[in-house]
């Protein structure tokens, strides 16, 4: 909680990628049922995983953010899949202390440019890249990171791009997360991998927490 205030403080996307590296693996996770969603996060937080991205594609979600912001202190509970700015002010409602898009508008720009959240837009070309470097964006989430071009892409791209750093997401797995961590570019991962939708449904939590325990 101090961290995000602090961060609030600075300014949510502000030239600062501190906030993005503290945690090098972020869970992405997608909640069927909200009444999980307090045992997710304290099994996350156990094994070491604070920072929880829940995303925005679910009926549960908002009610499952807004359940871990109140019972999970310890907790840096952030919305995901933020497509627009109704559904981040409805994230922010609930309790949201962080954002992620997949993409990036000029009204998300502008929304987090005045409300100072972390924010982490998402892009996967040079142009994309160019465009938050120009809006004083320099971390962003690149996804989809394996389908556009993944490790590869992303070294080649780091001597004209020198300032901007990425999250890539979308296909990293246990398998390739930490040759991704490897990059010079790269300041932390994101993933479902670690907390799979069909493990919550199960209750799979001694699985859940053992993954999330790997991660570190
Ligand atoms: C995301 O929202 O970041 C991605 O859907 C996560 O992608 P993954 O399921 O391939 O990890």
């Known amino acids: 909680m101090v961290e995000v205030v602090?961060?609030?403080?600075?300014?949510?996307?502000?030239?600062?990628?501190?906030?993005?590296?503290?945690?090098?693996?972020?869970?992405?996770?997608?909640?069927?049922?909200?009444?999980?969603?307090?045992?997710?996060?304290?099994?996350?937080?156990?094994?070491g995983l604070s920072k929880i991205e829940i995303t925005l594609r679910t009926e549960a979600?908002?009610?499952?953010?807004?359940?871990?912001?109140?019972?999970?202190?310890?907790?840096?509970?952030?919305?995901?899949?933020?497509?627009?700015?109704s559904m981040a002010e409805e994230a922010l409602h609930a309790g949201a202390q962080f954002f992620v898009s997949p993409g990036i508008t000029p009204s998300l720009?502008?929304?987090?440019?005045?409300?100072?959240?972390?924010?982490?837009?998402?892009?996967?070309?040079?142009?994309?890249?160019?465009?938050?470097?120009?809006?004083?964006?320099?971390?962003?989430?690149?996804?989809?990171?394996?389908?556009?071009?993944?490790?590869n892409y992303l070294k080649s791209i780091s001597s004209v791009l020198a300032t901007m750093k990425f999250c890539p997401t979308g296909g990293v797995n246990v398998g390739n997360y930490k040759n991704y961590l490897d990059l010079p570019n790269v300041v932390c991962v994101g993933g479902s991998w670690v907390a799979p939708s069909k493990e919550i449904t199960a209750n799979n939590w001694e699985l859940i927490g053992?993954?999330?325990?790997a991660t570190l």
């Open 109 to 151: 720009l502008q929304y987090f440019k005045v409300s100072s959240i972390p924010f982490l837009p998402g892009c996967s070309t040079v142009s994309e890249a160019m465009y938050l470097l120009e809006n004083d964006v320099n971390v962003a989430k690149f996804f989809p990171a394996e389908d556009s071009g993944g490790l």
């Open 210 to 213: 053992a993954q999330a325990r």
């Open 61 to 85: 979600a908002l009610q499952a953010i807004t359940l871990i912001a109140q019972e999970v202190p310890e907790a840096i509970v952030g919305a995901g899949t933020v497509l627009n700015t």
């Open 6 to 47: 602090r961060f609030a403080l600075n300014g949510g996307i502000v030239k600062d990628i501190s906030f993005w590296s503290t945690q090098k693996v972020v869970p992405v996770v997608t909640i069927y049922d909200s009444s999980q969603a307090v045992k997710l996060a304290q099994t996350l937080i156990a094994a």
